[in-house]
């Protein structure tokens, strides 16, 4: 067909067609050639770029292969060196020898995956034939040295087997080192390597042909976007100059009116154009379009108004709420102070009575229930203090060194105590190897185990309860390897099992809300129904997730995973549980009087509430009241001066550990 004669239908075409459709066969011919252009480029980038890649992950396995199997050959040829050392040691003999099959069998490995690799991707490798040789040299090589060790297994075996040695089991070590078939082998395991290395050099070069490609590839999808993009410019700019001469004029004027709406917010203005064209059509769109937002403008005017009191009522309410939730916290705070002062007094008194030879068992049996029911009571508000600080986002962490078999050993203990008790088994599993310290708030550590624990005791009448701890190792991050303050960390998974009622399904997500029993009322009312509330919220705090399976009747597991620091040393202390403190009497109003073998010096102290004081202080990290603390001690009385310099100096060196130790020695 002629050209001319479609070139011409073409104008025909065009010459009929309104505006609109004008500017419509524009920009559909501007967005065909930059969808062509971007589709071309994209698809040949795409293509070279996945052969470059295929390359390069080709070159970086076989980078990886080869620099593993000389790592393992190079421990292979080291193997007689380390018989000689352990020639008088059947376990270490042993060992070595499966080290040596399993390095052997990795090496077997790695030349398969080579041959593999070669035979999948031969277009990609580099002097096939040779690295096919030199794979099966490998191979050979490998074998016979194999064999040559296991004939010196054999000998070793038969020598000390024998009742009359002939010959030291190193001499003969030494001799198969000095033989000329192992001399042989070396001399071909190095040949080998020498030319491994030359491969490896060839891959290296090919790694940077990649690399180059890879580079091309994206700049050849670049160039091509940009040429079309630069024609759809060059097509839009033409197609422009060719309306702008039919709608110059109405456009003008619809230009101004939309200038003065937008610069000067003028919404009053309209665009006086009367034609019915396309332009006329815009002119009208604008119109109502400049009603439409002298509209919104109004109600957004409105709304701004009514979010702006909104958020006034909003902040006063949350003022208050902060106000509220702080007066809670300081309240339940200031009177576990006041509660717990008495109840220790209470809870000493009655211990002191304890030791009286002369009482009877009715006596007995009414201070026993007097502890019972202080221990009890003092439970329940250290158990409110800490649901109020953790709702109060408050409560904070304090890890410190654990030796973490003494810390366990503690824990068993208790809760041994416990089960025996309700003539329950108590068992401790340690399912892997545990490290011998780590690094965690041993404090609420305890807490969370010794109130699984307990609720595992309480709501089993028969059978067991298990404690189970296993340790695996966390993978590490390329960043965490590289800081300066790595750690080496370990996910520790703590179990408990036990053999009781269980609970209802429907009932699991009920259990860790504060204050919730789904028990039976006789063990709803030995429990405050915080412990598993605290114990969830404290497990959340140290990055884990206290998670329950149960079912009636077949009993409960409780479960949390948490990833911890771990020491390969650590000192073993006393824990605050197996520190034998006994309180033996009182002196006078200002200090009570314990016997503690780990406290040689005693200092006078303040009365026993102004002691919880500081600890609590302490425990927040509040090195700046504990200092005005001190002071005012000292100004309370002179004989409490050693105790306050004590502090002082401790808080100036943000000691905590130190303040909270110290604090520790002189509190029931």
Same mark, same amino acid.
């Given at each position: 067909?002629?050209?001319?004669?479609?070139?011409?239908?073409?104008?025909?075409?065009?010459?009929?067609?309104?505006?609109?459709?004008?500017?419509?066969?524009?920009?559909?011919?501007?967005?065909?050639?930059?969808?062509?252009?971007?589709?071309?480029?994209?698809?040949?980038?795409?293509?070279?770029?996945?052969?470059?890649?295929?390359?390069?992950?080709?070159?970086?396995?076989?980078?990886?292969?080869?620099?593993?199997?000389?790592?393992?050959?190079?421990?292979?040829?080291?193997?007689?060196?380390?018989?000689?050392?352990?020639?008088?040691?059947?376990?270490?003999?042993?060992?070595?020898?499966?080290?040596?099959?399993?390095?052997?069998?990795?090496?077997?490995?790695?030349?398969?995956?080579?041959?593999?690799?070669?035979?999948?991707?031969?277009?990609?490798?580099?002097?096939?034939?040779?690295?096919?040789?030199?794979?099966?040299?490998?191979?050979?090589?490998?074998?016979?040295?194999?064999?040559?060790?296991?004939?010196?297994?054999?000998?070793?075996?038969?020598?000390?087997?024998?009742?009359?040695?002939?010959?030291?089991?190193?001499?003969?070590?030494?001799?198969?080192?000095?033989?000329?078939?192992?001399?042989?082998?070396?001399?071909?395991?190095?040949?080998?390597?020498?030319?491994?290395?030359?491969?490896?050099?060839?891959?290296?070069?090919?790694?940077?042909?990649?690399?180059?490609?890879?580079? #091309?590839?994206?700049?050849?999808?670049?160039?091509?976007?940009?040429?079309?993009?630069?024609?759809?410019?060059?097509?839009?700019?033409?197609?422009? #100059?060719?309306?702008?001469?039919?709608?110059?004029?109405?456009?003008?004027?619809?230009?101004?009116?939309?200038?003065?709406?937008?610069?000067?917010?003028?919404?009053?203005?309209?665009?006086?154009?009367?034609?019915?064209?396309?332009?006329?059509?815009?002119?009208?769109?604008?119109?109502?379009?400049?009603?439409?937002?002298?509209?919104?403008?109004?109600?957004?005017?409105?709304?701004?108004?009514?979010?702006?009191?909104?958020?006034?009522?909003?902040?006063?309410?949350?003022?208050?709420?902060?106000?509220?939730?702080?007066?809670?916290?300081?309240?339940?705070?200031?009177?576990?102070?006041?509660?717990?002062?008495?109840?220790?007094?209470?809870?000493?008194?009655?211990?002191?009575?304890?030791?009286?030879?002369?009482?009877?068992?009715?006596?007995?049996?009414?201070?026993?229930?007097?502890?019972?029911?202080?221990?009890?009571?003092?439970?329940?508000?250290?158990?409110?203090?800490?649901?109020?600080?953790?709702?109060?986002?408050?409560?904070?962490?304090?890890?410190?060194?654990?030796?973490?078999?003494?810390?366990?050993?503690?824990?068993?203990?208790?809760?041994?105590?416990?089960?025996?008790?309700?003539?329950?088994?108590?068992?401790? #599993?340690?399912?892997?190897?545990?490290?011998?310290?780590?690094?965690?708030?041993?404090?609420?550590?305890?807490?969370?185990?010794?109130?699984?624990?307990?609720?595992?005791?309480?709501?089993?009448?028969?059978?067991?309860?298990?404690?189970?701890?296993?340790?695996?190792?966390?993978?590490?991050?390329?960043?965490?390897?590289?800081?300066?303050?790595?750690?080496?960390?370990?996910?520790?998974?703590?179990?408990?099992?036990?053999?009781?009622?269980?609970?209802?399904?429907?009932?699991?997500?009920?259990?860790?809300?504060?204050?919730?029993?789904?028990?039976?009322?006789?063990?709803?009312?030995?429990?405050?129904?915080?412990?598993?509330?605290?114990?969830?919220?404290?497990?959340?705090?140290?990055?884990?997730?206290?998670?329950?399976?149960?079912?009636?009747?077949?009993?409960?597991?409780?479960?949390?995973?948490?990833?911890?620091?771990?020491?390969?040393?650590?000192?073993?202390?006393?824990?605050?549980?197996?520190?034998?403190?006994?309180?033996?009497?009182?002196?006078?109003?200002?200090?009570?009087?314990?016997?503690?073998?780990?406290?040689?010096?005693?200092?006078?102290?303040?009365?026993?509430?102004?002691?919880?004081?500081?600890?609590?202080?302490?425990?927040?990290?509040?090195?700046?009241?504990?200092?005005?603390?001190?002071?005012?001690?000292?100004?309370?009385?002179?004989?409490?001066?050693?105790?306050?310099?004590?502090?002082?100096?401790?808080?100036?060196?943000?000691?905590?550990?130190?303040?909270?130790?110290?604090?520790?020695?002189?509190?029931?």
């Amino acid at each position: 067909m002629d050209i001319a004669k479609i070139t011409k239908k073409i104008r025909q075409k065009l010459a009929s067609s309104n505006i609109e459709r004008k500017i419509g066969y524009g920009y559909a011919l501007t967005i065909g050639i930059a969808a062509i252009g971007t589709t071309i480029g994209l698809f040949i980038g795409e293509y070279y770029q996945t052969q470059a890649q295929q390359k390069l992950i080709l070159v970086d396995q076989n980078q990886d292969l080869i620099q593993e199997l000389q790592n393992h050959v190079l421990i292979l040829r080291f193997h007689p060196q380390q018989l000689i050392t352990v020639a008088d040691n059947s376990i270490w003999l042993q060992y070595e020898k499966d080290k040596f099959h399993a390095n052997n069998a990795r090496i077997n490995t790695i030349l398969s995956e080579l041959n593999v690799l070669i035979h999948n991707n031969p277009k990609y490798i580099v002097d096939i034939k040779d690295y096919q040789t030199l794979v099966r040299e490998y191979e050979q090589t490998v074998e016979d040295y194999f064999q040559l060790i296991e004939s010196l297994w054999k000998e070793m075996d038969s020598l000390n087997s024998s009742t009359s040695k002939t010959l030291p089991t190193k001499e003969l070590v030494l001799e198969t080192i000095q033989s000329n078939r192992n001399s042989s082998s070396e001399i071909k395991f190095e040949r080998l390597s020498e030319k491994l290395i030359s491969i490896a050099n060839l891959i290296e070069i090919q790694d940077d042909e990649a690399n180059q490609q890879l580079i #091309q590839a994206d700049l050849l999808k670049q160039k091509i976007i940009i040429i079309s993009m630069l024609l759809s410019v060059a097509i839009a700019v033409l197609l422009a #100059q060719y309306t702008s001469k039919a709608i110059a004029s109405p456009i003008q004027e619809v230009t101004r009116v939309a200038e003065k709406v937008t610069r000067q917010s003028d919404f009053e203005i309209q665009a006086q154009i009367n034609t019915q064209d396309e332009v006329g059509l815009l002119a009208e769109a604008l119109n109502q379009l400049i009603a439409q937002v002298k509209n919104l403008l109004a109600e957004r005017e409105a709304e701004v108004m009514r979010q702006k009191q909104q958020s006034e009522e909003l902040q006063e309410a949350k003022e208050a709420a902060d106000a509220a939730n702080r007066a809670k916290s300081e309240f339940i705070a200031n009177m576990s102070h006041e509660l717990r002062t008495p109840l220790n007094g209470i809870l000493g008194y009655a211990q002191i009575l304890s030791r009286d030879c002369t009482l009877n068992s009715r006596q007995r049996k009414g201070l026993k229930i007097i502890q019972d029911s202080g221990n009890h009571l003092l439970t329940l508000i250290n158990d409110i203090l800490d649901i109020s600080k953790i709702e109060a986002r408050k409560l904070e962490l304090f890890p410190q060194d654990i030796h973490l078999a003494t810390f366990l050993s503690g824990i068993e203990n208790i809760v041994r105590m416990r089960a025996m008790e309700k003539n329950l088994v108590f068992k401790y #599993q340690a399912l892997t190897s545990l490290p011998t310290g780590i690094i965690a708030d041993e404090k609420r550590l305890r807490q969370i185990l010794l109130n699984l624990l307990s609720n595992a005791i309480k709501f089993t009448d028969l059978g067991q309860v298990t404690l189970k701890i296993s340790s695996r190792s966390r993978e590490i991050s390329l960043q965490e390897e590289e800081s300066s303050n790595f750690l080496n960390y370990q996910t520790f998974r703590f179990e408990v099992t036990d053999t009781g009622i269980g609970i209802d399904s429907q009932q699991l997500d009920e259990i860790f809300q504060a204050f919730e029993q789904v028990s039976d009322k006789k063990r709803q009312d030995e429990g405050t129904g915080l412990g598993l509330a605290i114990s969830k919220q404290l497990v959340e705090l140290m990055g884990g997730k206290l998670q329950v399976r149960s079912a009636l009747g077949q009993g409960s597991t409780f479960w949390f995973e948490i990833d911890l620091p771990v020491l390969a040393t650590v000192i073993k202390r006393e824990t605050r549980e197996n520190k034998q403190r006994q309180i033996v009497g009182y002196q006078g109003s200002r200090k009570l009087a314990t016997t503690e073998a780990s406290t040689a010096q005693t200092l006078i102290v303040p009365p026993l509430e102004e002691m919880e004081i500081l600890y609590e202080l302490a425990m927040l990290g509040s090195m700046k009241k504990i200092r005005e603390r001190a002071i005012y001690l000292e100004e309370l009385d002179e004989q409490y001066a050693p105790l306050a310099a004590q502090l002082k100096n401790l808080a100036q060196g943000f000691q905590e550990k130190a303040i909270v130790h110290l604090l520790e020695q002189y509190l029931p």
